[in-house]
Nanobody
Framework: VQLQASGGGLVQTGGSRRLSCAASGIIFSNNVMGWYRQAPGNERELVATISTGGSTNYADSVKGRFTISRDNAKNTVFLQMDSLKPEDTAVYYC??????????????????WGQGTLVTVSS
């Protein structure tokens, strides 16, 4: 199983960035997908999740600014990030699990993880 995250980089406050995570080795359409992030010195935290049916769940800190979506034909999950703030700076990880409950925030809910992509928001 491989989850390949991409799209990170440096962006100014108020800017946008789109992350992608391409999955292989799993039946993508059967998996709940999630984006988590981890800032230096902090624990990994939920950003957004999407169910197999397309229902979504967001952390309060990103509601209205970030959008998670999936393309089952391309085995890819996306995270569109708008109105970025310096506090959004973190390594962003994608995750997958066929048995996860998409409303769960727990890191332990996910079996498979990508390698992470760094997003830096400059003030």
């Amino acid at each position: 199983v491989q989850l390949q995250a991409s799209g990170g980089g440096l962006v100014q406050t108020g800017g946008s960035r789109r992350l992608s995570c391409a999955a292989s080795g799993i039946i993508f359409s059967n998996n709940v997908m999630g984006w988590y992030r981890q800032a230096p010195g902090n624990e990994r935290e939920l950003v957004a999740t999407i169910s197999t049916g397309g229902s979504t769940n967001y952390a309060d800190s990103v509601k209205g600014r970030f959008t998670i979506s999936r393309d089952n034909a391309k085995n890819t999950v996306f995270l569109q990030m708008d109105s970025l703030k310096p506090e959004d700076t973190a390594v962003y990880y994608c995750a997958a699990d066929a048995d996860a409950f998409f409303l769960s925030r727990k890191v332990e809910s996910y079996k498979y993880w990508g390698q992470g992509t760094l997003v830096t928001v400059s003030s």
